[in-house]
């Protein structure tokens, strides 16, 4: 490894004459170097060293990295709006990049979160220095894969994001008064108080997707999917299992594998959006679920930047940890096995008797479970992808609520082993217009713990309409024991990760929850209601 120069700080003038600062890295030897951009909003001294190693570590490599302030963040001149300039001032970032004092020319990126959208837009008009990019936890349709899920609105994430950007704006401004009042309301959010959501900007972008509640023009325009159709690059793709954005990192790979004749890697552990370690949540993964990405991403730009032989094009380009084996499995592509089916069942007791409601090969009789969903009670979140804090937790005690259905497999003769989509078909009615369904697989374990492996929720709009209601749970990678058995767990809320539903629609703030509703739910069991589970043992690449 060479030795790294002092920090070194730098500007640009973007095409609009807007100042935009940058710390810079740079190898302490002589010769060209390629450069990593990064650009991110959170004040470039963090250069996302809450998951990433310290860009001084890719400068000993042999790099020049610059860590950039977006428009109006950090040091950086100008007016912030959510994506709205990160288009043409990624391109002018990453020409400037390519034109430092011992750039070789070529610039690659990398970035998770919003430093992973940067890349998105940086790589929309295709400068020619831009050479590979690796987008981490990303929206790539950012209705469907941020802001909203299954139709429901993500209310924790979304809000803490929200309250986390306007208390920085108040700090960089010199607003004490209101700092101190939104970084107060930041670590204890009363998430139905329309007096604090009142504390964001009125051009925070949070109102604006709240008021876009339907995938919509809004959304298109604003969207990387919708400008990246032309974009072929050496890609990347990171995520995990429990951060709340892997359908974006999985619907950009998908759709790079497809069209793209350019290498598309991907890697998914067993990670929350942060950090990127062996815990995740109250379960430890093992030494091997340590990120591997800095290792990664270096011999990917060596690859791409340096034009060495790493052998990495040699290796397969799917790279997924499978919890409980707790160890990474490689595929050709991303594994598409065939589902195997587990039909509910009930005594018509599954919300008072965990014995009531079962899981089997074979579709039952049609049985029926009520549930009723009380809004001054609601069920709460706990874990999966869509919580703060994510991640995996015991949740028996979640379970045994009473307006919790469960249904539980017998004890697995074998082992059984997950990869891709899990589905959840309910057919159910409601006695209001409007309903929410949360669905949660979890893993029995014969002591009677109950943890979480995947979860989804979807937003209803046909109560009284007896119709089979499909739940797209968060991919998942997994091997459940033999002697563990399966769980389903259904709600009719998720609160405070996702919005309650007050019988017509999402409540957000008190002026609306107040005619929240009492929903009363009959869940028809028997074949049209299932679980669908991507069996591993069934696929072949």
């Not at 650009?39 to 020049?64: D, E, F, K, L, N």
């Not at 619907?251 to 370690?277: E, I």
């Not at 011999?299 to 919890?323: A, H, I, Y």
């Not at 065939?338 to 039909?343: P, R, V």
Request: charged share 15%.
């Amino acid at each position: 490894m060479l030795k790294v120069l002092p920090k070194q700080t730098a500007s640009m003038q973007t095409r609009d004459g807007v100042r935009l600062d940058a710390d810079i890295y740079r190898p302490d030897a002589d010769g060209e170097f390629p450069v990593l951009l990064m650009r991110q909003p959170y004040g470039r001294a963090i250069a996302s060293t809450v998951v990433y190693a310290h860009p001084t570590w890719y400068a000993a490599h042999g790099y020049i990295v610059v860590i950039q302030d977006v428009r109006g963040r950090g040091t950086s001149e100008g007016e912030f709006q959510l994506f709205t300039h990160e288009i043409t001032d990624g391109e002018d970032a990453v020409n400037w990049a390519a034109s430092l004092p011992s750039s070789n020319g070529k610039v690659g990126m990398y970035g998770f979160s919003y430093q992973g959208m940067t890349q998105l837009y940086a790589a929309v008009n295709q400068p020619d220095a831009l050479t590979t990019i690796c987008p981490a936890m990303i929206g790539y349709d950012l209705y469907t894969d941020w802001a909203y899920e299954g139709g429901a609105f993500c209310l924790q994430t979304n809000l803490a994001w929200a309250f986390q950007l306007a208390t920085e704006s108040a700090r960089l401004r010199g607003d004490k008064t209101a700092y101190q009042a939104l970084f107060a309301a930041s670590r204890n959010l009363p998430l139905t108080n329309p007096e604090l959501l009142q504390q964001l900007a009125p051009d925070s972008f949070y109102h604006g997707w709240l008021a876009h509640s339907q995938p919509d023009a809004y959304w298109e325009k604003l969207s990387p999917k919708q400008h990246l159709q032309a974009v072929d690059l050496p890609m990347f793709h990171i995520g995990g299992w429990f951060d709340t954005y892997l359908r974006g990192t999985l619907h950009l790979y998908k759709d790079m594998a497809v069209r793209s004749p350019k290498p598309q890697h991907l890697l998914v552990g067993p990670w929350a959006h942060l950090p990127w370690g062996r815990k995740v949540g109250e379960i430890d993964f093992g030494v091997k679920a340590a990120s591997p990405v800095d290792q990664m991403q270096v011999r990917w730009f060596d690859q791409f930047l340096k034009d060495e032989n790493t052998g990495l094009l040699d290796e397969s380009p799917v790279c997924l940890f499978e919890m409980g084996s707790n160890l990474w499995r490689t595929f050709p592509n991303l594994p598409t096995p065939t589902h195997k089916s587990y039909f509910l069942s009930t005594t018509g007791l599954a919300s008072i008797r965990e014995d009531s409601g079962t899981l089997s090969n074979d579709p039952c009789p049609i049985s029926l479970d009520v549930l009723v969903h009380d809004p001054w009670r609601p069920v709460p979140a706990l874990g999966g992808h869509a919580a703060i804090p994510a991640g995996v937790f015991e949740r028996s005690h979640i379970d045994c609520r009473s307006d919790v259905l469960t249904y539980t497999s017998e004890p697995l003769v074998e082992n059984l082993h997950l990869a891709g989509d899990v589905v959840v078909k309910i057919s159910c009615t409601a006695d209001q217009p409007s309903y929410d369904l949360c669905a949660v697989l979890s893993e029995v374990h014969s002591d009677g713990c109950v943890y979480n492996l995947t979860q989804g929720y979807v937003h209803c709009r046909d109560g009284a309409s007896k119709v089979s209601t499909t739940i797209q749970l968060q991919p998942t990678c997994a091997r459940i024991a033999k002697g563990n058995a399966l769980r389903l767990s259904l709600s009719a809320a998720c609160f405070p990760a996702y919005a309650m539903n007050s019988g017509n629609g999402a409540a957000i703030s008190s002026d609306n929850l107040q005619d929240a509703q009492i929903i009363t739910l009959t869940v028809n069991c028997g074949g049209n209601s299932q679980v669908l589970l991507p069996d591993l043992s069934s696929y072949r690449s």
